[in-house]
């Protein structure tokens, strides 16, 4: 388990599924692949989000990356470990659009900033990311 609650959490999606998502809800039913199998929305704090996107996305170019109020959604979020034991936050049911505070795009694996993310994280600023 978390020892604090995040300020953001972030999640990243194709452009596809991000208008799949503006049409339709955020449910795991429109998000990612994963998120359909699995049956909730996979979320990643700031520190997860350069290890997700090089594992899953690492050949993105023109996704989405949404920056989450963590405040607006911990009732929903249920953090639980990988394989590898870290714990993740997890949104099963809807997630509430009013809680996306930026939508950076186009969202580039190989040429964002994961580091200044992170540190920006750590300081409470939006690192370009405002809403």
Do not use: C
């Amino acid at each position: 388990m978390i020892n604090s609650a995040p300020h953001f959490v972030y999640k990243i999606l194709t452009t596809s599924q991000w208008e799949a998502i503006q049409q339709n809800g955020f449910t795991s039913e429109f998000a990612s692949e994963l998120d359909k199998r699995d049956g909730y929305i996979h979320l990643s704090q700031s520190h997860q989000v350069a290890p997700i996107a090089q594992k899953y996305f690492s050949n993105m170019t023109d996704g989405v990356l949404l920056k989450i109020d963590f405040a607006k959604i911990q009732p929903l979020v249920k953090w639980e470990p990988n394989s590898k034991g870290e714990d993740f936050p997890h949104v099963y049911g809807e997630l509430p659009k009013e809680a996306i505070i930026h939508q950076h795009t186009p969202f580039n694996t190989q040429t964002f900033n994961f580091e200044s993310l992170m540190e920006a994280n750590q300081k409470n600023s939006s690192y370009g990311l405002k809403p």
